[in-house]
């Protein structure tokens, strides 16, 4: 696994990339994430695909810019970063956060993407939730014992939360001008409007993948991406709550590369 930079629009961008396969699978992170989120499924992915894991503009270690943090502002982004790594017509995977973005560039950039996998997306829920609350003071007071807590409440299945994670999160959350990236992204989302007048848009076969126990973004928000995505197959994984990735990688890269097999890559 390399590590890796892109400069776009004058921001150093970091990312991971591994595998050596002619088709690209590109990892979007969720809100407050960086790259690192995706460690346990890299290695399987990338014995099939050569994958590239970005920490996204704001994020992880890129930069962090003074900017107003839109939904907007990350389709650009994510039009410049896979020009810029040449990722494109690619097979993109987004949680969260970067699978409302994953479905909002589908529904846009349609002849850019082979096929589109989904975890959890946000775009449609704008209420907040008890766990999302929790992340949000995490990000805002980063210690270890906000960090925990608020983990322990997205994992959703009662399992031990790994301190490699928490750590991760309170160092990044404290680099300079992570805070107001993380609240303007919140608050671009808040503002924005909801995506299901995008997800009728989108041509690519779509996997949609949902934590029975999110508290998150809950499960019953999957309705209405299964329902209006035209070619969507959903998958619900048990014992999960926010990041099944994380929680059971194995499980989780089984059901990807099963539905990545199932038929012909979209080229048109």
Same mark, same amino acid.
């Given at each position: 696994m390399q590590e890796n930079y892109a400069t776009i629009d004058g921001n150093k961008i970091r990312y991971l990339e591994s595998g050596k396969s002619g088709d690209t699978m590109v990892l979007i992170h969720g809100l407050g994430a960086s790259a690192e989120r995706w460690l346990g499924v890299i290695p399987t992915f990338s014995r099939h695909y050569r994958v590239i894991v970005p920490d996204l503009v704001g994020f992880g270690y890129s930069d962090k810019p003074s900017i107003d943090y839109t939904p907007e502002m990350f389709i650009d982004f994510l039009d410049k970063f896979f020009l810029a790594t040449d990722s494109s017509n690619s097979i993109v995977v987004g949680s969260s956060l970067g699978g409302q973005l994953a479905a909002d560039f589908a529904s846009t950039h349609g002849n850019h993407i082979q096929k589109l996998v989904l975890v959890s997306p946000a775009g449609m829920m704008k209420h907040t939730t008890p766990a999302l609350d929790a992340y949000i003071m995490a990000a805002l007071f980063p210690n270890m014992?906000? *960090?925990?807590? *608020?983990? *322990?409440?997205?994992?959703? /299945? &009662?399992?031990?939360?790994?301190? *490699?994670?928490?750590? &991760?999160?309170? @160092?990044?959350?404290?680099?300079?001008n992570a805070k107001l990236a993380f609240m303007s992204t919140l608050l671009g989302?808040?503002?924005?409007?909801? =995506?299901? +007048?995008?997800?009728? +848009? =989108?041509? @690519?076969?779509?996997?949609?993948?949902?934590?029975?126990? $999110?508290?998150?973004?809950?499960?019953?928000?999957?309705?209405?991406?299964?329902? #209006?995505?035209? $070619?969507?197959?959903?998958? #619900?994984? +048990? $014992?999960?709550?926010? #990041?099944?990735?994380?929680?059971?990688? $194995?499980?989780?890269?089984?059901?990807?590369?099963?539905?990545? /097999?199932s038929k012909p890559l979209n080229t048109d």
């Amino acid at each position: 696994m390399q590590e890796n930079y892109a400069t776009i629009d004058g921001n150093k961008i970091r990312y991971l990339e591994s595998g050596k396969s002619g088709d690209t699978m590109v990892l979007i992170h969720g809100l407050g994430a960086s790259a690192e989120r995706w460690l346990g499924v890299i290695p399987t992915f990338s014995r099939h695909y050569r994958v590239i894991v970005p920490d996204l503009v704001g994020f992880g270690y890129s930069d962090k810019p003074s900017i107003d943090y839109t939904p907007e502002m990350f389709i650009d982004f994510l039009d410049k970063f896979f020009l810029a790594t040449d990722s494109s017509n690619s097979i993109v995977v987004g949680s969260s956060l970067g699978g409302q973005l994953a479905a909002d560039f589908a529904s846009t950039h349609g002849n850019h993407i082979q096929k589109l996998v989904l975890v959890s997306p946000a775009g449609m829920m704008k209420h907040t939730t008890p766990a999302l609350d929790a992340y949000i003071m995490a990000a805002l007071f980063p210690n270890m014992k906000n *960090a925990r807590a *608020a983990f *322990a409440l997205m994992e959703g /299945s &009662g399992r031990k939360v790994d301190n *490699a994670i928490t750590r &991760g999160f309170v @160092a990044r959350m404290k680099m300079p001008n992570a805070k107001l990236a993380f609240m303007s992204t919140l608050l671009g989302l808040k503002n924005s409007e909801t =995506i299901d +007048k995008k997800l009728p +848009k =989108i041509i @690519a076969p779509t996997l949609l993948v949902w934590g029975l126990n $999110d508290p998150v973004i809950p499960i019953t928000y999957a309705d209405i991406f299964a329902s #209006t995505i035209p $070619d969507c197959h959903f998958h #619900t994984m +048990k $014992d999960c709550g926010h #990041t099944p990735y994380v929680q059971k990688p $194995d499980a989780f890269s089984s059901i990807v590369l099963d539905f990545l /097999s199932s038929k012909p890559l979209n080229t048109d």
